[in-house]
């Protein structure tokens, strides 16, 4: 093999590397919140949690509200605190949507099933590496898409 | 005497070579236009494809370009931008169904900036008048800004669905992410019964980066409280709840047993009979087996889920009607679900050149 064809070669590794290295810039935020449900409803179950990236980047009509980035789900409701990476790169503002998983199945509010709540949250302060939240379940079996905007 | 010898020797072959080329040219299998309709036994029976997707390929996500790009086929995929953008054009969808066989199509508007992207009411409208007589639109509406924007999309939409040429109403709760029992979201059902306008739904997951894949998004079994809440509006569920992850039927039950219960519940069995998304054609076949057999071949309605790359939208029909022959369909079973059914629910007429 010749000098010239080691040097194209390198030269598209490198290309192809660099397709597919592309960096994500990853800002962490430690989250410390409270999940409850309205005073007298049931509470017992697992809760899920998204987090979201409250508007997106998109470009002129592909903006849009909401794009989830990570999700968790935690023993129940009470104190949670949590850690995130968010993705600076995809938009602004931080949404945290949360259910309450009544019957463990693991579905919000599969056919049949109509009482399990859920809320969500927009958080103050963003961006910040400590931010706390307060995410009340009282709407039964939406997704984030009902709640916000 | 050399110049002789070769010239006595190749006027024979001249000879049978001109012979034969004016015999092919007088059997009219050139390169010209392929006849309209799909041969069935020898008689020629018309074919509308529903789903096609026009667009502009700057309205697409960074992510979802990527995603596309990768499934070109080679050496296509090597320009996969300037591929994507050409076939995404009407005059290019308009040569990818002639080169079928196709006469009709239904071209989809979509809002779903998340995921697939958008190809706007107005861009739809104006591929329309690239064949008026040959094109039908599906309009749809955002509803990522629902408790903001609501009243203002529906009235668009009513708007559009008055314009001449748009037949019924596109959605896709899976790339748009709103839940399929979600009330909030009826009011476009309720525009659907009132004016007369069906509704195609994508159903099943979806490859697509972004997309919601939760069951209420994409299980048809979370439709059947609006079904059963609009009777008046015809819904048709399109790929079947297929599960395009795992390449699996995962909805297919439902949505045959959503139309034997629901007379205003059609079936379209687009995408799921791919080449990618069932290698071994099993999957399709199996469809239009179990559709045939539940004895709701007046509830199916052809399309493919094209232009995708060159040649899909011939592909996929021959697919399915391969399927369709493999699995006993009759005559007048193939030409209710290549363009009868379309005709009757979209209250459409078919030419009589539309097979010829």
Redesign the interface.
């Known amino acids: 093999m010749s000098r010239g064809h080691l040097v194209f070669a390198g030269a598209l590794v490198f290309a192809l590397a660099g397709c597919i290295n592309e960096d994500t810039r990853l800002y962490e935020i430690e989250l410390d919140g409270q999940v409850a449900v309205p005073n007298g409803a049931p509470s017992t179950g697992a809760v899920h949690l998204e987090f979201h990236v409250a508007q997106t980047f998109g470009e002129g009509d592909l903006a849009h509200p909401l794009g989830v980035f990570e999700t968790r789900t935690v023993a129940g409701v009470g104190p949670v605190r949590e850690t995130v990476l968010y993705p600076l790169d995809e938009g602004d503002g931080l949404v945290v949507y949360g259910w309450l998983d009544r019957d463990g199945d693991g579905v919000l509010c599969a056919p049949g099933q109509t009482e399990e709540p859920a809320g969500l949250v927009k958080l103050a302060g963003f961006p910040a590496h400590t931010l706390s939240f307060s995410l009340s379940l009282g709407t039964p079996c939406v997704g984030p898409e009902s709640l916000y905007p | 005497m050399i110049s002789r010898r070769i010239r006595g020797r190749w006027t024979p072959l001249a000879l049978v070579s001109a012979v034969s080329l004016a015999a092919l040219a007088s059997l009219d299998i050139g390169c010209g236009a392929p006849p309209r309709g799909v041969d069935w036994n020898g008689k020629r029976l018309p074919a509308i494809d529903m789903h096609l997707h026009p667009g502009d390929w700057d309205?697409v996500?960074e992510d979802t370009r990527k995603f596309l790009a990768s499934r070109f086929p080679f050496p296509i995929g090597l320009d996969a931008e300037a591929a994507a953008k050409g076939s995404l054009l009407p005059e290019s969808i308009l040569g990818e169904i002639d080169d079928a066989g196709i006469w009709g199509a239904g071209l989809f508007a979509i809002y779903a900036?998340?995921t697939v992207?958008?190809a706007?009411n107005e861009l739809v409208a104006e591929d329309l008048t690239f064949a008026p007589d040959r094109f039908f639109g599906l309009a749809s509406l955002r509803?990522?800004?629902?408790?903001?924007d609501r009243d203002a999309e529906l009235d668009r939409l009513k708007s559009t669905l008055s314009r001449p040429g748009f037949v019924g109403i596109k959605l896709a709760h899976a790339h748009q992410?709103?839940?399929m029992?979600?009330p909030?979201f009826f009011p476009i059902y309720e525009i659907a019964a009132s004016m007369g306008k069906p509704l195609y739904l994508h159903t099943g997951t979806s490859p697509f980066p972004?997309t919601?894949q939760?069951?209420?998004?994409t299980d048809p079994?979370?439709l059947?409280t609006a079904i059963q809440q609009f009777p008046g509006a015809k819904f048709i569920l399109g790929h079947l709840g297929y599960d395009f992850i795992e390449k699996r039927h995962a909805g297919l039950s439902t949505c045959i047993r959503l139309a034997k219960t629901y007379s205003n519940v059609f079936l379209e069995p687009s995408a799921l009979g791919s080449a990618s998304s069932d290698p071994t054609g099993e999957n399709l076949k199996e469809a239009m087996r179990r559709m045939r057999e539940a004895g709701i071949t007046d509830r199916i309605i052809y399309g493919s889920d094209g232009p995708q790359s060159p040649g899909f939208v011939k592909g996929y029909l021959e697919r399915t009607v391969a399927a369709m022959k493999e699995v006993g369909y009759t005559e007048q079973e193939a030409a209710d679900v290549l363009a009868g059914n379309f005709a009757r629910v979209f209250g459409v007429t078919i030419p009589a050149e539309a097979a010829e």
């Open positions: 309205h996500p900036p998340r992207g958008i706007s509803v990522d800004r629902w408790t903001t992410h709103f839940r029992d979600d909030a972004g919601s939760e069951p209420a998004y079994t979370y059947e």
